[in-house]
């Protein structure tokens, strides 16, 4: 009876020693890492479109070949523009624009042209440009690129109109024609998909020109040249 009294507190002990001993142990190893699962990765998506409001700006230069001196002058206008961008990465992309210009051509320089109403004409002037797109400033976006236009005359008509010195242009005909073009831009992102756009695009356009008037025929060219200054809005998908 007394030997079990004398074991019992004693194996009470023990037991307490060995699990502050177990507690310590436990104290002097590092905390195992809490797990996270990896973040999920967003798909890329290359798609970006913008809708701008279009200036465009001519250089107002030209010439008939039969009239020594002469000039050509054609108008500005205003339109709307719609661009479509693909990306092929983060930095390379391909954008190409479309929309239509309507511009007045008359005559400038020698008597015979000045004044002259040559015509009328519609424009449409795909742009297709390589891209690179600058990603170290955060939601400023710039770009810089360079490409080829092709612009396509249509619904074009003649002045039939006399200037002072009795010309008139009975018509007249742009002939379609490529051209080299660069661009430099930004957008501003507001969040991931939606952002403001400014773009300025130089075209080096300069088409041939042929007409029939009341003195015979004119033949030429129109340096159009025109800066192409847009600003809009942005989509990214």
Do not use: C
Request: hydrophobic share 45%; charged share 15%; net charge positive.
């Amino acid at each position: 009876m007394n030997s079990r009294k004398v074991l019992l507190p004693s194996l009470v002990a023990a037991a307490l020693l060995g699990g502050a001993a177990q507690q310590a142990l436990a104290a002097d190893l590092p905390p195992k890492p809490a797990y996270k699962a990896a973040p999920m990765a967003e798909p890329f998506n290359p798609w970006m479109i913008r809708v701008r409001a279009l200036g465009v700006v001519t250089r107002n230069s030209g010439y008939v070949d039969q009239v020594p001196g002469s000039g050509l002058s054609t108008t500005d206008t205003v339109v709307p523009e719609l661009d479509i961008t693909y990306f092929f990465n983060k930095n390379w992309a391909a954008e190409l624009i479309l929309g239509v210009t309507k511009h007045h051509i008359t005559g400038t320089g020698a008597a015979a042209t000045n004044g002259l109403d040559v015509g009328k004409a519609w424009l449409l002037p795909p742009t297709l440009t390589l891209q690179y797109h600058f990603t170290n400033f955060g939601a400023f976006k710039p770009y810089i690129g360079a490409g080829v236009n092709y612009t396509v005359f249509f619904g074009q008509s003649a002045g039939n109109v006399a200037n002072g010195a009795g010309v008139i242009v009975t018509s007249s005909h742009l002939k379609n024609t490529f051209a080299p073009a660069a661009q430099i831009g930004f957008d501003y992102m507001i969040d991931k998909h939606w952002g403001i756009n400014v773009d300025v695009k130089k075209i080096w356009l300069r088409p041939e020109w042929d007409g029939n008037s009341n003195v015979g025929a004119l033949t030429g060219k129109v340096n159009l040249d025109p800066w192409l200054i847009g600003a809009g809005v942005t989509y990214k998908f």
